[in-house]
């Protein structure tokens, strides 16, 4: 589970350097497909993210739009925010947490039950996802997008004995 948040997370810091390349209006361009534009999809992954972590620590949600957080540095800022709780929680994570069950009122009355687990693997599927979106419209606008490659990240150490 942590191998998969810390790709993600690096992952998306190559994008914000990316991100630093381009224009701003280019960025706020509302695209086809995804929740919007480059940056507020960038901002629509880190909030998706705190959220969950939050529910499943029993914390109030995240509550802000993306109208104000329309620059990169906001962006990275907001990210920064909120870091250091979802990456405590990521790293405390156990196995004893995989089969907690997370259940929710939906605002049709429906009870929807999930395991932390699914929530976790959830989170971190959205991400992958919307970097997906994010590689189109880089190509769109004619830049190569950031390497969805986890191999060669180093996100695994190699240990003497697994040699």
């Known amino acids: ?33 995804g929740v919007g534009g480059i940056l507020h999809t960038l901002f629509h992954i880190i909030d ?31 990210d920064d925010k909120f870091h250091e709780e979802v ?7 156990d196995d004893d947490m995989e089969l907690n069950v ?3 009122t939906m605002p049709d009355g429906r009870i929807v039950i999930d395991t932390w687990g699914e929530v976790m693997r959830h989170v971190i599927a959205h991400e992958i996802h919307h970097i997906g979106q994010l590689s189109v419209w880089a190509r769109e606008i ?7 490659n986890l191999i060669g990240r180093g996100l695994v150490p190699i240990s003497k004995t697994d040699k």
Request: net charge negative; with cysteine.
């Open 1 to 33: 589970m942590q191998t998969m948040f810390l790709y993600n997370w690096n992952v998306r810091e190559d994008w914000y350097r990316w991100c630093e390349e381009i224009n701003e209006d280019e960025l706020l361009l509302v695209r086809t497909g």
């Open 102 to 104: 997370l259940e929710e």
């Open 87 to 93: 990456e405590e929680f990521v790293r405390n994570w």
């Open 142 to 148: 004619g830049k190569k997008p950031v390497s969805a």
């Open 48 to 78: 998706v993210e705190w959220s969950w972590i939050r529910i499943l620590q029993g914390k109030p949600d995240f509550e802000e739009s993306f109208d104000g957080y329309k620059s990169l540095n906001q962006v990275r800022a907001l």
